[in-house]
């Protein structure tokens, strides 16, 4: 499976974005896919994730009823929208693949998309 993520920008809080993850590959409609960032000097961490068709939806505290995980199988896409942005979000978010299910732990997400930027200014 291959993944690319898009849909970043530098934006002000308050402000909302959609990012985008579309994948390439036979079996990704049975993977779950979730969103992770990575700020400057920290570690990539969990923000979202869903499973297979959508059913199973999981999110990190801090972004509870402002990010939005969804997927259209039939365009092999996930996406994150994002509103009321805030500074702290500011990160590079990626997707990645699991054949486990929406799990969200790192380590169960056997590829990766390259990343995309997300700047949120206050």
């Known amino acids: 499976v291959q993944l690319q993520a898009s849909g970043g920008g530098q934006v002000q809080a308050g402000a909302s974005l959609r990012l985008s993850c579309v994948a390439s590959g036979q079996s990704f409609n049975t993977y779950a896919v979730a969103w992770f960032r990575q700020a400057g000097g920290k570690e990539r961490e969990f923000v979202a994730t869903i499973n297979w068709n959508g059913s199973n939806k999981v999110y990190e505290d801090s972004v509870k009823g402002r990010f939005t995980i969804s997927r259209d199988n039939a365009k092999k896409t996930v996406y994150l929208q994002m509103d009321s942005l805030k500074p702290e979000d500011t990160a590079v978010y990626y997707c990645?693949?699991?054949?486990?299910?929406?799990?969200?732990?790192?380590?169960?997400?056997?590829?990766w998309g390259q990343g995309t930027q997300v700047t949120v200014s206050s």
């Open positions: 990645g693949a699991s054949p486990k299910g929406p799990v969200k732990q790192r380590i169960w997400y056997d590829w």
